[in-house]
T-cell receptor
């Protein structure tokens, strides 16, 4: 079984809709991250969490919110989706700062 | 804000050729990680370099960390079609404590 899972894997939604992307991990890591990937831009950090009580904004947090429901679960929400949020979204975990990040398989989101 | 400039963005070569991917920054990083991503999957760590001037080899892949810990390179000898993928460098430490700064990525295609 995969250590980091993301649901859904693919999602099509309309402008203005609220959607949630979910991430679960069985690695026992405290640190979790949400990234978006766009062609030619690499991975850009949206939000990160060092533990259940610690949530931090990344470089592109506008239009997004997160919830850390438990050590193993970190959800990303788009309150009112817009077309330029069409991207590939990845969740990742790590045991400590600067250590290897373990990525989920990604969620491909299309906002019409 | 720390930036990592990765080049080239695209690389299309024939099987058996050698290639080098570069990752450059004006910032100092405590370590530099290289990831490889295949279609439909999340990035997977290849190697981490920590010491200035360090060279690590992984079969036909050679990774080097610059003496000043501001740049890194990935050299592939005798590329094979199985090397095809997206290669990402990521810097840890410096002013981005607890997070990774990713380069834009290099899409490598190796033709049989």
């Amino acid at each position: 079984d995969a250590d980091v899972t993301q649901t859904p894997r693919n999602r099509i939604t309309k402008t203005g809709k609220r959607i949630m992307l979910e991430c679960s991990q069985t690695k026992g890591h405290d640190r979790m991250y949400w990234y978006r990937q766009d062609p030619g831009l690499g991975l850009r950090l949206i939000y990160y969490s060092f533990d259940v009580k610690d949530i931090n904004k990344g470089e592109i947090s506008d239009g997004y919110s997160v919830s850390r429901q438990a050590q193993a679960k970190f959800s990303l929400s788009l309150e009112s989706a817009i077309p330029n949020q069409t991207a590939l979204y990845f969740c990742a975990t790590s045991v400590a700062a600067g250590e290897t990040q373990y990525f989920g398989p990604g969620t491909r989101l299309l906002v019409l | 804000t720390q930036l990592l400039e990765q080049s080239p963005q695209f690389l299309s070569i024939q099987e058996g050729e050698n290639l080098t991917v570069y990752c450059n920054s004006s910032s100092v990083f405590s370590s530099l990680q290289w990831y490889r991503q295949e279609p439909g999957e999340g990035p997977v760590l290849l190697v981490t370099v920590v010491t200035g001037g360090e060279v690590k080899k992984l079969k036909r892949l050679t990774f080097q960390f610059g003496d000043a810990r501001k740049d890194s390179s990935l050299h592939i000898t005798a590329a094979q079609p199985g090397d095809t993928g997206l290669y990402l460098c990521a810097g840890a430490g410096g002013t981005s404590y607890g997070k990774l700064t990713f380069g834009q990525g290099t899409i490598l295609t190796v033709h049989p």
